[in-house]
């Protein structure tokens, strides 16, 4: 009789825990709007902070989605999505936004959408070589190539590599590349590189930079000040947020004109 009562709690908790994520991963809260750092205004007043809590989701997407459901839950219509720790947690904050910031900015994001503009252009004059890519905008000198791929005529070959954070800072300051000095770059100087309209799933310039996966890149500038979390930028979606310095992140190092 023990062990059935313990079987029967044993699965119910298992139900339990499915029903949790399976809410967690459905986005129910589609009217909830998803901001970063950079689409903030006084029109919007934070009301919580917001974390995934004991839910551990596998994507940044998981975690937005979770996110934006628990401020749909409080009321909120937006979220300021702040921190992703791949299989730990998602943090952000709940917000409460003015009529006119959310109406404003869901045209703003469907003009985006529907402009017929090149994906290739990044704002920034770039000039193309077969191993580097020079910045004459920012005067800095992008490498072409992830690390873990190696140059080919005008491809990246191979499958691009992922770091810590430290690591990537060593890989990019030992870099023995044209007798030039490198460094990770800015999450601005990183954030130039993204494409107003995506190709291929990619907020990037494939062409001028081959192999480029969609995910995150690791930049130099910290998250809240501290070396606990980092500003990477995701060439998935295009957008920059926190994640945390020992998660693994793709490199690409600059080095100054």
Same mark, same amino acid.
């Given at each position: 009789m023990f062990r059935l009562l313990s079987s029967i709690c044993l699965v119910a908790g298992v139900l339990l825990l499915a029903c949790q994520n399976s809410r967690s991963l459905r986005d129910v809260a589609r009217p909830v709007l998803l901001l970063y750092q950079a689409d903030m205004g006084p029109e919007c007043v934070p009301l919580a902070n917001l974390s995934t809590g004991s839910l551990r989701p596998? @994507?940044?997407? =998981? $975690?937005?989605i979770t996110l934006r459901n628990n401020a749909a839950d409080m009321g909120a &219509? *937006? #979220?300021l999505f702040e921190l992703y720790n791949p299989g730990q947690e998602a943090t952000g904050k709940a917000l409460r936004c003015t009529p006119a910031f959310v109406h404003d900015y869901r045209a703003a994001r469907e003009a985006e /959408?529907?402009?017929?503009? @090149?994906? =290739?252009?990044s704002g920034n004059t770039l000039e193309v070589g077969p191993r580097f890519i020079s910045d004459l905008?920012?005067?800095?000198?992008?490498?072409?190539? @992830?690390? $873990?791929?190696?140059q080919a005529q005008e491809q990246c070959e191979g499958t691009a590599a992922r770091f810590t954070w430290e690591s990537a800072i060593t890989y990019c300051r030992t870099l023995d590349l044209d007798d030039r000095r490198?460094? /990770?770059?800015?999450?601005? =100087? /990183?954030? @130039?590189? #993204?494409?107003?309209?995506?190709?291929? $799933?990619?907020?990037? &310039? *494939?062409?001028? %930079?081959p192999g480029t996966p969609a995910d995150v890149y690791w930049s130099s500038s910290l998250f809240n000040e501290s070396p606990a *979390?980092?500003? #990477?930028?995701? %060439? $998935? &979606?295009?957008? *920059?947020f926190g994640y945390g310095s020992q998660n693994p992140g793709y490199v690409r190092c600059v080095s100054d004109r």
């Open positions: 596998r @994507s940044v997407q =998981e $975690g937005q &219509n *937006a #979220v /959408l529907s402009q017929q503009a @090149s994906s =290739e252009d905008t920012q005067r800095i000198i992008w490498q072409r190539c @992830s690390y $873990g791929q190696t490198w460094r /990770l770059p800015t999450v601005d =100087e /990183l954030r @130039s590189l #993204v494409s107003r309209r995506p190709s291929n $799933g990619l907020y990037i &310039n *494939a062409s001028i %930079f *979390a980092v500003r #990477v930028v995701d %060439f $998935g &979606n295009g957008k *920059a």
